[in-house]
């Protein structure tokens, strides 16, 4: 019964492969969200969608490619990873923009 | 642009005592705040939702004020317990994110 899920929960990989990072919501959600959560433990927001629409890309460098193919679902994708790639992603969730969000557990990606 | 600091950066207390933590932002033009706790290697739980319409939240031993025109929210935690050892965030909602702040890492110690 777990609200937000993630997958996979570690990801291990070398410099220049490509991955994905999947996420799921059961709340019925209309927007999701992907954050990055550096070394620092610092969060920042990546990107986000509404009705499988993109409302938020926030500077991020286009190797990163988020793909939602419905409104419970947000994917990223990543190209060429570098090591400054390393950090844990966390995907949320939301009813409506600028209301409450709820988090997965996060991926934590480590690129060597 | 907007941003948030939480004060202290860690605290740790003895079991049983009440605390603050603080959170202030840059920019009073928010819609919501938002207090989150985070468990090592764990994601983010959220604790209280304050609109920016409200003064103040409650959930259990928690409760939470907000002062949109000074900038600033406070999480109150009644009578501590060892459980309530974590980190815990603020974030401020405005234009379709959340801006977090820098955290505060409690340790309630028996």
């Known amino acids: 019964d777990t609200a937000v899920s993630q997958t996979p929960k570690y990801l291990v990989t070398q410099m220049g492969n490509d991955k994905s990072i999947k996420c799921e919501q059961n709340l019925g959600h209309d927007t999701m969200y992907w954050y990055k959560q550096d070394s620092k433990k610092f969060l920042k927001i990546m990107f986000s969608y509404n009705n499988k629409e993109l409302i938020i890309n926030e500077t991020v460098p286009n190797r990163f490619s988020p793909k939602s193919p419905d409104k419970a679902h947000l994917n990223l994708h990543i190209n060429s990873l570098e090591l400054g790639d390393s950090a844990v992603y966390f995907c949320a969730s939301s009813q409506g923009r600028d209301n409450e969000q709820f988090f997965g557990p996060g991926t934590r990606l480590t690129v060597l | 642009k907007q941003e948030v600091t939480q004060i202290p950066a860690a605290l740790s207390v003895p079991e049983g005592e009440n605390l603050v933590l603080n959170c202030s932002f840059t920019?009073?033009?928010?819609?919501?705040l938002q207090w989150f706790r985070q468990d090592p290697g764990k994601g983010l739980t959220s604790l209280l939702l304050i609109q920016s319409s409200q003064r103040e939240q409650t959930s259990g031993r928690l409760n939470a004020s907000l002062d949109k025109s000074s900038g600033r929210s406070t999480l109150y935690i009644a009578a501590s317990q060892p459980g309530d050892s974590a980190t815990y965030l603020c974030a401020v909602i405005n234009t379709d994110k959340l801006i977090f702040g820098t955290g505060t890492r409690l340790q309630v110690f028996p």
């Open positions: 920019d009073s033009a928010i819609y919501n």
